[in-house]
């Protein structure tokens, strides 16, 4: 007899995670006698614990197409994050008693690390409790911190995001240099590793070709060697372009974004990397800047999402389905690479257990001896999941996507939920 | 016989000032009896002051017609302007002098106002001088503040870039507001009007929709005002995205972003209306923000370019030299609206003398009356203007831009010119 699911947006949203919810409805409408209505959860986690449910059977087949080409999550986010077992029993508890209401029996949650071990901990204390419920886990993470995929599906977006844009900014940067900007500031998502940096590195073809300065989290600001390196890149193309990690750090491992700027109120400033180092290379070289910082832009951007990316979200939601009708549990869909040139990539399986609170770094190889580039091998693994457009539609000059109706499923239980957020 | 030609780009780049340069050169090559080499200045007008022309007629078709898709100003730009006739003369003769010695008697000057301004004394004094030059003015400008042209080309490929933006950064934003950021504001560009801030209205086409509130250049920014709608619209739909324009400016009509921004090394820090804004916001209403500064971003966007903006653009500067080769002399071909719906333009002519140092402002009725939204008959105006998609080609996942050789063309005047900039 056919079991519901319940699919759930985890963390900050991407340009292409509807495109795995798209994968997830579709695939399951296609065995009606396996799976009934696929649920999800509003806001995440948290409208799974207060038991605030989407019906997606009431969205036509149109809407959920659509879903492949809208960015950020249809059904809302959050950060709500399950603590242990111990700490959170409630909560967990909670899960069960909402599935239990709905007789959901798939658990499809969509998010990184700690979503992740969230899955794992749902499929392991099901049973205990007295409603085994399939969990599986589908990666997505912007900062392709997951381990075990080739990559996590959302990163090869925003990586083609600031691959173009830096591409794009230093045309515009060169043609004036002789008299006007000479430095140029980018700065990106990465908090901890500098992998969206990295990807800024696929701009530049040829020797001279921008970014000449990458500004690693994983590599500690040094005032000097990085003013020499502005100075000479000047000098030898008369610009010079910079990509600046938002977790840029200094020698003693705090940000240095959060080195205390005041605004006119008085306030402290945070974030803004950009406008420091930009700050920086005009106090101490006299360059004229300009400095941008893309912010959300990049992570929504699905007007120029990696056509592999998407392809590759839509694939992880598709095989979950599978993985559960094959009757897996606490697992995850990752991509698993076959060769770099041509990319050739499948879909494989990891456990949940060893995903979990596991965050993957970039290679110490990845980075230019210098500190300040990317090396060959970063770009063989880097180049091939920015490659091919899927344009979304347009209608009237913009792009066309959907809002879904999002109808709200009767609640069965007696009980609200207090959660413990803000 | 055949005379030569010679093309500048003057000002700040556009995404689509290169479609313009294509349209020049390719309707030149189509006149080989009456246009001998199209020269184009390095680094706009300081190229001609110089005597630093590079033959276009080392360029293939191929290059040539890949400037229709590639960003920013292949032959570079710059800001130099020439003052009036008495304190510029010496510039105004040099110009002469170079076109003389290259046998250039048609000049196509590819800018804003200020660039109307000295082609238009050029087309004055050449005669005086004894030797006179066909000046066509060629319009370009994001600020979309020429006069008599519907719209100047390159502003209709920020607006849309703008619009894009803000629809799906709004789109990310509403995903998480539950729990997360509630306010985010995007700057872009626009010192005196509010043109491209009014674009990003566009995203919105039911109420409720993002942007919430516009913040213009044109509209004395009033705290209390504005801390009420970003309550009133965090209140109603859970989330306010905020467009502010770069040029916000306080009732005193000091700009916001000079207010006395110190950053860390405790120097005054230019730009950052948004970082501002968003400060304020968090600082009285306690909301978490993001924000972001699209900065080149925006201007450079080739790879998001309207569709209608390019045409536009390739348009004027075919025009351009069907002007010259008709004999006028002193005009700029401009964009005439024929009906907004279905959106019809065709190319007309207007005297260099109307176009000088006149700025376009917004018409007071493109703004709502509460001064934080646009006017049904500003959509009206700026809906065609982002229409169509005008995709550039890819190469490893990334737009194939064009770096023509530029070759350079030998000097014949045995003078240099020193020119005060530094």
């Known amino acids: 007899m056919a079991k ?14 509807n495109a795995t919810a798209a994968g997830v409805i579709e695939t399951a409408r296609k065995y009606p006698d396996r799976i009934g209505t696929v649920y999800a959860a509003r806001d995440g986690i948290i409208g799974v614990l207060t038991e605030d449910l989407i019906d997606t059977s009431q969205e036509p087949e149109e809407a959920i197409a659509a879903l492949r080409c ?27 008693d909402v599935f239990k209401a709905h007789d959901v029996r798939y658990f499809f949650y969509n998010g990184g690390g700690d979503s992740a071990d969230t899955s794992y901990k749902v499929s392991q204390i099901g049973e205990k409790l007295g409603y085994p419920v399939t969990c599986i886990g589908i990666p997505k993470t912007v900062d392709n911190d997951l381990p075990i995929t080739d990559n996590s599906p959302g990163f090869g977006s925003v990586a083609k995001y600031v691959a173009v844009s830096v591409r794009e900014a230093a045309f515009d940067v060169r043609s004036m240099c002789k008299t006007s900007t000479k430095v140029f500031v980018l700065e990106v998502m990465g908090r901890h590793a500098g992998w969206i940096a990295a990807a800024g590195g696929l701009a530049a073809e040829v020797p001279g070709d921008a970014p000449h300065i990458i500004l690693f989290p994983e590599v500690a600001f040094d005032e000097r060697t990085f003013l020499e390196r502005v100075q000479s890149s000047v000098e030898d193309n008369g610009y010079c372009v910079i990509v600046a990690s938002e977790g840029l750090r200094n020698g003693d491992g705090s940000f240095l974004s959060e ?21 920086l290379v005009k106090e101490r070289l006299g360059y004229k800047y300009h400095w941008a910082v893309a912010d959300y832009l990049q992570r929504a951007a699905r007007h120029i999402a990696s056509g592999t990316d998407v392809e590759q979200s839509y694939a992880v939601g598709k095989a979950a389905v599978e993985l559960a009708l094959d009757g897996q549990n606490a697992v995850m869909p990752v991509i698993v690479r076959k060769s770099d040139e041509p990319y050739q990539w499948e879909i ?7 995903v979990a609170n596991v965050e993957k770094k970039m290679p110490a190889d990845f980075i230019t001896n210098d500190g300040f580039g990317i090396t060959d091998r970063c ?16 209608r009237n000059g913009l792009p066309e996507y959907v809002t879904l109706k999002n109808v709200a499923v009767l609640k069965k239980l007696d009980s609200a939920f207090e959660l413990k957020f803000k």
Chains 1, 2 share one sequence.
């Open 379 to 394: 770009r063989r693994y880097l180049s091939p999941l920015i490659q091919g457009e899927d344009y979304p539609p347009y």
């Open 4 to 17: 519901n699911a319940c699919y759930a947006q985890s963390g900050g949203v991407t340009a292409v995670i």
């Open 259 to 279: 080195a205390g700027t005041r605004d006119a109120f008085g306030h402290a400033q945070l974030g803004g990397v950009a406008p420091l180092i930009a700050g």
């Open 348 to 354: 494989g399986t990891a456990s949940l257990a060893d």
């Open 70 to 96: 809208t960015p950020a999550g249809a059904f809302g986010s959050c950060r709500h994050k399950l603590k242990s077992l111990e700490e959170s029993k409630a909560e967990y508890e909670r899960l069960l």
